[in-house]
T-cell receptor
Framework: GDSVTQMEGPVTLSEEAFLTINCTYT??????LFWYVQYPGEGLQLLLK?????DKGSNKGFEATYRKETTSFHLEKGSVQVSDSAVYFC???????????FGQGTTLQVKP | EADIYQTPRYLVIGTGKKITLECSQT?????MYWYQQDPGMELHLIHY???????EKGDLSSESTVSRIRTEHFPLTLESARPSHTSQYLC???????????FGSGTQLSVL
């Protein structure tokens, strides 16, 4: 069945460092891909998405490119801030149910 | 303002109690979902609905039940709560394939 695998955390970075969180997927067909962010005690917020191969999603300095050849959707940010500390989830959606399959989440901690 | 609301935010109850977690959305979305998030952060789909009078079980077996009598309302009920039900419950809605999910803030349930 469809699945998503993220790099294990926690990831600890200093402020202004470069961020990469790896995400790979297994799916039949052509899924849509998403990154969500969850701050402590809150629900998930959609960060960015891509619906077809080679699409690049971007938001708030974060970006990710849908790579069909490597079945990947890695999240990147050029310069992280303390306020980016959160849990990040990669997800895929396929079929017409609209439901998403999530990776296990990666905790990011940014230190001043 | 279009949004999705969950109540209560926190609930502590004793074993054997019946509880209902409320979820309402004002976006007019047909598709709605319940996810259970365990302490390790993984998200598991437990119920979803395509529209009024439609409910389906998700990927993770759950002793909870749901109903969808109105488009905007998708409550989840536990007839007899147990400590194993302690978890964060997240409600979401979607406008369709590729659109992603909009999440509520969640209900943190603790069963003593």
């Amino acid at each position: 069945g469809d699945s998503v695998t993220q790099m294990e955390g926690p990831v600890t970075l200093s402020e202004e460092a470069f961020l990469t969180i790896n995400c790979t997927y297994t799916a039949t067909g052509y899924p849509s891909l998403f990154w969500y962010v969850q701050y402590p005690g809150e629900g998930l917020q959609l960060l960015l998405k891509a619906t077809k191969a080679d699409d690049k999603g971007s938001n708030k300095g974060f970006e990710a490119t849908y790579r069909k050849e490597t079945t990947s959707f890695h999240l990147e940010k050029g310069s992280v801030q303390v306020s980016d500390s959160a849990v990040y989830f990669c997800a895929l959606g396929s079929g017409n149910t609209g439901k998403l399959i999530f990776g296990q989440g990666t905790t990011l901690q940014v230190k001043p | 303002e279009a949004d999705i609301y969950q109540t209560p935010r926190y609930l502590v109850i004793g074993t054997g109690k019946k509880i209902t977690l409320e979820c309402s959305q004002t976006m007019g979305h047909d598709k709605m979902y319940w996810y259970q998030q365990d302490p390790g952060m993984e998200l598991h789909l437990i119920h979803y609905s395509y529209g009024v009078n439609s409910t389906e079980k998700g990927d993770l077996s759950s002793e909870s039940t749901v109903s969808r009598i109105r488009t905007e309302h998708f409550p989840l009920t536990l007839e007899s709560a147990r400590p194993s039900h302690t978890s964060q419950y997240l409600c979401a809605s979607s406008e369709g394939q590729g659109a992603g999910l909009f999440f509520g803030s969640g209900t943190q349930l603790s069963v003593l």
